[in-house]
């Protein structure tokens, strides 16, 4: 089964990063949001594969503040999101964010999970690495529940997926990724929720799955949204 195949499998739809990012933007537009007032905030994996998709962002919205770590988990906390905040334009009184929450997966051009090239070495590569190693923990039921200090950021992503995980229970590779974006959004959204002064600031909250593939990268968009005047409108892209 071909990369095409596999993608169509797992994804209703999907954008090119640029048409994904093109996209939220002309939305938002709608709703109020620009880059002269906004300021953007992403939160993807580490890796190096992921960084077009913030290059794009850039782009569109001016320099953004950076959320990221290994998996793109949210562990940026909330006195990340305040600075944030505090770092947006003020117009007429107004703030507004738009913040980007995207772990990734590859899939290779015979349709394997995980599965990617990178520039300069010619065996095939992992992505999401991250998630890769903890999968093969949990594989031979060895997960380190201990914090390592010289690997925090693994150690905590081992402890937060353990709890949504069902015990005993071994998923894929998709899988994995799934209950990763679902617990990115829960953990991010409840910061959200104790920090933002909806009263003074207008937002969104761009959320799916980074895909590399082949020959290019692509976007799977999930649950997105935008709180304007303290009401809820979905992205529906």
């Given at each position: ?8 499998k797992?994804?209703?739809?999907f ?52 959320l ?33 929450a ?30 890769n ?24 992503i ?41 009263k ?11 895909i ?26």
């Open positions: 089964m071909g990369f095409e195949r596999v993608l169509k797992y994804f209703d739809k954008y090119t990063e640029a048409d994904f990012v093109k996209k939220t933007c002309a939305i938002l537009k709608k709703h109020g949001f620009s880059a002269e007032n906004t300021i953007a905030a992403v939160d993807v994996c580490r890796d190096e594969i992921s960084q077009p998709l913030v290059a794009l962002i850039r782009d569109k919205w001016g320099e953004a503040f950076n990221c770590s290994l998996a793109a988990m949210f562990f940026a906390g909330k006195t990340a999101l305040l600075a944030a905040m505090h770092h947006a334009p003020i117009v007429r009184g107004k703030e507004h964010y738009v913040f980007y995207l772990p990734h997966i590859a899939i290779g051009a015979n349709g394997q999970l995980g599965v990617c090239k990178r520039i300069g070495r010619t065996q095939a590569s992992n992505a999401c690495g991250a998630l190693v903890f999968l093969g923990e949990l594989k031979t039921k060895k997960p380190n529940l201990s914090i390592d200090n010289e690997d925090v950021e693994l150690s905590l081992r402890t937060r997926l353990l709890k949504e995980i069902p015990y005993g229970h071994i998923p894929d590779l998709m899988e994995l990724t799934m209950i990763t974006m679902k617990t990115i959004k829960e953990d991010f959204e409840s910061a959200l929720n104790k920090t933002i002064d909806k003074r600031s207008d937002y969104a909250f761009i959320t799916g799955i980074q590399h593939g082949p020959d290019s990268n692509y976007v799977w968009p999930s649950g997105s949204y935008c709180i304007v005047k303290g009401k809820r409108k979905n992205i529906n892209l």
